[in-house]
C-alpha cells in the first residue's frame, strides 16, 4: 500500500451502524432499520466486503417516541460488537461506553475481552452522557455537573482504564473513583482504540491527551478544519498521533435528480415529536423544543449533514470535504445500507482510495 499522507497514514472510511431503530433518519417515508443483531452483522459484513476500514455501533438507552417511536428499541454496543467481531476478519471493531455509567475496572475488563475475540482490532467509543433521559431514568443522572466536570471525570475513567490495560494493581483515591488493590488481567495486546467525540475546547482536549481517533463537527468546513488542526497539533505537542474524523449521510442515485428525489422524500416525513423528544433530552426548554421542531424542514430528518447525487457527485463531494477540513477519515450513514452499500463500494470508493494515493 502507498499513500500520500505519510503522518497519519491512509484516510479511513467506516460505517455508523443502525443498532437502534430507525438508524439516522427520523422520517415516517425513510427506510426503518430494526434493532436486530442479524441486520447489523449483515451491514458489518457487507462493509468489510466492499473495503471500508472501520465499524462503529453507539450506546442507546431511551428513544424519543412520536410516530417512529424513534430508536425506542436498541440493542446493546458492546455485546453486539462482540460478535461482530466473531463474524469479521479485517474491519476495526469501535464500541461505545458510557464513562458515567460503567466502572472503570468493568470497561477494562471488557474491552480486553473484546481485543481478544477481534484479534486486535476493537476499538473504545467513549462518551459521558447527553441526552439526560436515559440516565434520569436510571437514577444515574447528576444534573449539576458541567461540561468541564463531565470532562474531568471522563479524563480520571480514562486514565484508569489504561492503567488498568497496563498495571497489574491500581490502588487510586480520585475526584470521582476509588480503586483499591484492583486488578484487571490478563492486560490487551495491543492497547484498544480510543475513540471520542467532541466539539468544544474540552472535548478536543481530552481527545488530544487520550484518543487515537476524534470524531468532530462544526458548522462549515473552515471550522472543521481549524478544530481538525487544533486536535493534531495538541495531541503532536503531547507527542501522540491522533486521527480526526467527521460523519455524512450519503443518499445515492444512478443520477443526482434520482438521489434528490431520495432525499426529498425522506424529509416529507420529518417526525417532528420524535425531533422534539430529542432536543429535549439535550436540555433544551418543552416549549422550545416543541416550537422549533414545529418549524423546522425535511433536511431536519437527517441526524447528520448529508450529501445526495450519482457516485461521481459523492465521490467528488466527498473528497472535498476531508481534503478541505483536514480529516483523516469519515463515518458514512446510508438511509438503506444493504442496498446503498454495494453501489457505495463498486463506484465511490475505489474513487476515493485512487484519490488518496492508496493502491492494493
Known amino acids: 500500500m502507498t499513500t500520500d499522507r505519510p503522518d497519519r497514514g491512509a484516510r479511513e472510511y467506516g460505517v455508523f451502524l443502525p443498532n437502534a431503530a430507525g438508524g439516522w433518519l427520523i422520517s415516517t417515508t425513510a427506510p426503518y432499520p430494526p434493532a436486530d443483531y442479524d441486520h447489523n452483522k449483515r451491514i458489518a459484513r457487507l462493509a468489510e466486503d466492499i473495503g471500508l476500514d472501520f465499524v462503529m455501533a453507539m450506546s442507546k438507552w431511551r428513544g424519543f417516541g412520536g410516530e417512529t417511536d424513534h430508536w425506542g428499541a436498541t440493542i446493546e454496543s458492546m455485546t453486539m460488537m462482540a460478535g461482530i467481531a466473531e463474524a469479521t476478519e479485517r474491519v476495526k471493531v469501535w464500541a461505545t461506553i458510557h464513562a458515567n455509567m460503567q466502572n472503570p475496572a468493568f470497561a477494562a475488563k471488557v474491552f480486553t475481552t473484546l481485543q481478544q475475540i477481534s484479534g486486535g482490532r476493537a476499538g473504545m467509543n467513549v462518551v459521558n452522557g447527553s441526552y439526560a433521559d436515559e440516565f434520569e431514568q436510571m437514577g444515574i443522572w447528576d444534573a449539576s455537573m458541567t461540561k468541564e466536570e463531565r470532562y474531568r471525570m471522563t479524563a480520571e475513567w480514562t486514565d484508569l482504564v489504561r492503567r488498568l490495560w497496563t498495571e497489574d494493581s491500581v490502588t487510586h483515591a480520585g475526584e470521582f473513583f476509588t480503586l483499591t488493590d484492583c486488578q484487571s488481567r490478563p492486560h490487551p495486546t495491543p492497547l484498544p482504540e480510543i475513540i471520542s467525540a467532541g466539539t468544544s475546547a474540552a472535548g478536543r482536549a481530552y481527545q488530544a491527551q487520550y484518543a487515537d481517533g476524534a470524531f468532530l463537527g462544526a458548522d462549515t468546513l473552515e471550522d472543521m478544519r481549524a ?43 420529518l417526525d417532528r415529536v420524535a425531533l422534539a423528544n430529542m432536543r429535549r433530552s439535550w436540555g433544551m426548554p418543552e416549549e422550545r423544543a416543541l416550537a422549533w421542531a414545529e418549524g423546522a424542514d425535511g433536511e431536519q430528518a437527517f441526524q447528520t449533514v448529508y450529501v445526495t447525487g450519482s457516485p461521481e457527485r459523492v465521490a467528488d463531494h466527498i473528497a472535498t470535504v476531508v481534503e478541505t477540513a483536514d480529516l483523516d477519515g469519515l463515518m458514512l450513514i446510508f438511509p438503506d445500507y444493504l442496498a446503498d452499500m454495494p453501489l457505495f463500494g463498486e463506484a465511490v470508493l475505489p474513487a476515493l482510495r485512487r484519490l488518496d494515493g492508496v493502491t492494493a
Do not use: I, N
Request: charged residues 30%; positive net charge.
Open 227 to 269: 478544530s481538525s488542526q487544533d486536535v493534531h497539533e495538541r495531541g503532536a505537542a503531547a507527542g501522540r498521533t491522533v486521527r480526526t474524523y467527521s460523519m455524512l449521510t450519503v443518499v445515492l442515485g444512478k443520477t443526482d435528480a434520482e438521489a434528490a428525489r431520495r432525499a426529498e422524500e425522506y424529509g416529507r416525513g
